[in-house]
């Protein structure tokens, strides 16, 4: 700074919870006096219109949590986070979408994400896993099998909640493409997704070890289902109870009540989540599968806020609705009782260190997809109690 005094302004966004200034020259005539230094928040989500929740103190704090956490990667677009990537995911958006639509109900936002994504599908037509919205809107050459998928839910879930059919029939062309060429990952005989060792062809969680073959098949059928809503399809219909089959032929231990995934036939709590929120196993069976994978000490954790939310919403589906409770509340609770503001991209109670980046320094501390207890808590789907 040149002439003084002057004021300073920071052009560019920053996440943060403290800042240091720290002095490298100055006149010896003279000390440094700072007279006021605020921060501007940003964001598109407007507080006025969500009213605070009534229940229990943990329910509170989380709830304030969450909404903090979305409301923070509520941009010109839904944001997996303000920190680092502030890029537009559509794993992040399908489950902002349902946080969304009990809080801030910005539905224009959801349809603008919609579209940019509809805009920045290649050639082909297969929607990318993410955007960049800086120094222009312009789609990654990153494609996982699950997010491109997920255009579906996503899709169906904004008609279900802002009651925009028009926009729903307009983009629902595109949405049942994916699953066209999502054919290309199957076997024709065995009506069973491929495996691949490409990392990063489908996410599931943040767990490099994770075998994704089931879970895969699983999102296809979920995603398939989905689909069906949008629009009747028999054909499809009968494609979904055939690779329901198969994977039950294939990929389930009905002895040991588990859900097995690729040639090493690994145990993962994500698989048994995924074949649950799938319709592959419904029920008693259903609940056999989450108990077994729990007393499983070879069964591969769950690491993510993302996963410990389709485990949760697995947990309602089979009316574990209490235990769906306790996991928000141990889960999401122990963020809060450690100190978080905002929800974190990755947290394991064991290894609170633990990254995937190598260093947690470089985790989001603000990730969208960490929201959605404020959607467990409002919508009514943890029952009566909620």
């Known amino acids: 700074m040149d002439v003084l005094p ?36 940003t964001t598109s989500a407007d507080d006025s219109t969500v009213e605070a929740l009534r229940g229990e103190t943990w329910e509170e704090a989380i709830d304030r949590v969450a909404l903090r956490t979305l409301r923070s990667c509520m941009q010109d677009v839904f ?7 502030r890029r537009l995911w559509l794993g992040d958006l399908c489950l ?21 994504f509809a805009c920045a599908a290649d050639g082909e037509g297969r929607i990318p896993a993410c ?7 312009e789609g990654d050459d990153t494609y996982m099998f699950d997010y491109s998928l997920f255009f579906i839910p996503t899709l169906l879930q904004y008609v279900q909640a802002s009651g925009d059919r028009e926009t729903g029939e307009e983009l629902l062309p595109l949405a049942l493409h994916q699953l066209k ?21 489908c996410f599931v969680d943040w767990n490099l070890q994770l075998n994704k073959q089931c879970s895969a098949q699983a999102v296809w059928l979920y995603c398939a289902q989905a689909a069906l809503q949008l629009k009747e399809d028999p054909a499809l219909a009968g494609l979904i109870e055939t690779r329901k089959a198969a994977m039950l032929a294939h990929w389930y ?7 097995v995934s690729g040639a090493e036939r690994q145990i993962s709590r994500a698989s048994q989540v995924w074949a649950i929120l799938a319709g592959a196993v419904t029920g008693e069976e259903a609940r056999a599968c989450l108990d077994a994978a729990a007393a499983c000490p070879e069964a591969l954790a769950m690491v993510t806020p993302y996963m410990m939310h389709h485990y949760a919403e697995a947990l309602c ?28 991209e990755l947290f394991n109670p064991a290894d609170p260190d633990e990254s995937p980046y190598g260093s947690p320094v470089v985790n989001s501390y603000c990730h969208a997809w960490s929201c959605t207890p404020t959607w467990f808590l409002r919508s009514g789907v943890l029952g009566e109690n909620s």
């Open 131 to 137: 955007l960049f919205t800086e120094p222009q809107v």
């Open 79 to 85: 944001e997996d986070g303000p920190k680092r990537d």
């Open 96 to 116: 902002q979408t349902l946080a969304n639509s009990v809080t801030y109900r910005r539905f224009d936002l959801v349809k603008r994400c919609l579209y940019l």
């Open 181 to 201: 060429l999502a054919e290309e990952r199957f076997d024709p005989e065995t009506q069973l997704i491929r495996d691949s060792d490409q990392l990063g062809w």
């Open 6 to 41: 002057a004021v300073l302004a920071l052009p560019r966004r920053y996440a943060f919870r403290y800042v240091r200034i720290d002095v490298l020259a100055l006149s010896s005539k003279y000390s440094l006096v700072i007279e006021d230094a605020w921060a501007e928040t």
């Open 317 to 344: 589906l089979v009316g574990r609705r209490q235990e769906a409770r306790q996991v928000i509340r141990d889960y999401w609770g122990a963020m809060v009782n450690s100190g978080a503001d905002t929800f974190w």
């Open 253 to 259: 231990d009905r002895g040991r009540h588990l859900f």
